[in-house]
């Protein structure tokens, strides 16, 4: 795989979350007839849940912690703090075969003009991906278990969605739109990755 394909796959992947080779060409081939086309509305469908004035941080608190999820062989993980600050930090990490593939890092900030979502990718070495500068999705609707951010500038990527199944569960949606050809779209599944309590065994004192 070169590292260009690799690239364009993982701007999908959370922010992160979108498929490469087999996994993306299983995608392409359940996308549906005219994907990427802009459909007339449809009067009987409910209206689409927006973002609630009173949504702060504090929703998303419950992001905080260490969470792993499998994209094909490859081992997903992310890391985040609490809200402190007006903002929630986080870490991703794509690793397969022992070899970190891509690292990212990502911001929820408290704005005054709602909440945002900042994240830019780098090489183990910190090198940073993209040259622009960090992508920044803003929050775009929220419902009692999915919270949407939309990138009003470009399609990489476009959307990201955090749907949250229990305590310990959540699935992590991107949609990558490019300029030409179908849009691409992939969920992984995180699972809370709970930390082993310190040993009771105490060291006996030297004598």
């Known amino acids: 795989m070169t590292r260009a394909t690799l690239r364009k796959a993982i701007l999908t992947a959370f922010g992160a979350s979108l498929l490469i080779a087999g996994i993306s060409e299983r995608a392409a081939g359940q996308q549906p007839a005219g994907a990427g086309t802009q459909a007339p509305p449809d009067a009987t469908k409910p209206a689409a849940p927006v973002q609630a004035p009173n949504t702060t941080l504090a929703d998303f608190a419950w ?3 260490r969470w792993q999820g499998a994209w094909g062989p490859r081992i997903a993980q992310q890391v ?10 986080g870490a991703f990490q ?3 075969n022992d070899k970190t593939l891509v690292l990212e890092l990502f911001t929820l900030v408290e704005d005054t003009d709602g909440i945002k979502l900042h994240l830019r990718h780098f090489t183990p070495a910190l090198a940073a991906w993209e040259k622009a500068g960090p992508a920044v999705l803003k929050l775009a609707s929220t419902d009692p278990k999915t919270i949407t951010f939309e990138n009003a500038v470009d399609g990489q ?3 990201a ?3 949250r199944i229990d305590a ?12 030409k050809g179908d849009p691409q779209v992939t969920e992984i599944t995180y699972h809370r990755q709970v930390e082993a309590p310190p040993s009771k065994h105490r060291r006996k004192p030297t004598q």
């Open 80 to 89: 985040w703090t609490a809200p402190k600050a007006g903002v929630m930090l």
């Open 94 to 96: 794509l690793a397969e």
């Open 161 to 163: 969605a955090f749907t």
């Open 63 to 65: 992001l905080a912690g």
């Open 157 to 159: 990527p476009k959307r």
């Open 168 to 179: 310990d569960t959540y699935v992590s949606r991107s949609e990558i739109v490019p300029e």
